[in-house]
């Protein structure tokens, strides 16, 4: 059974720094997109940070805040996230895909508040 947990969400003020982290367990990641979305209260799900073979891409609202951090050797990635806003408060959740299967975590909350 493959299970993908998010964890590292928190409570942080504006300008304050958080990593999530997400571990896969149950199917080898070789190959897969990984990567992370957010939905705020009301919005739709975005694209956050997104891992492919070849290449990173990011938000525009992220760049330069935000780190992606994968080690294709292990099932696992990570979000480094500097610099946050309270716009960046929202779940975020870990996606592991290939062309035919995807998989979401349960997420976890990111808050920025003072």
């Known amino acids: 059974q493959v299970q993908v947990v998010e964890s590292g969400g928190d409570l942080v003020q504006p300008g304050g720094s958080l990593r999530l982290s997400c571990l896969v367990s149950?199917?080898?990641?070789?190959?897969?997109?990984m990567g992370w979305y957010r939905q705020a209260p009301g919005k739709q799900r975005e694209m956050v940070a997104v891992s492919t073979t070849f290449n990173r891409t990011y938000a525009d609202s992220v760049k330069g805040r935000f780190i992606l951090l994968r080690d294709k050797a292990k099932p696992e990635v990570h979000l480094q996230m500097n610099n946050l806003k309270p716009e960046d408060t929202a779940v975020y959740y870990c996606?592991?895909?290939?062309?035919?299967?995807?998989?979401w975590g349960q997420g976890t909350q990111v808050t920025v508040s003072s």
């Open positions: 996606l592991l895909a290939w062309e035919s299967q995807t998989y």
């Open positions: 149950g199917t080898t990641t070789f190959g897969a997109r």
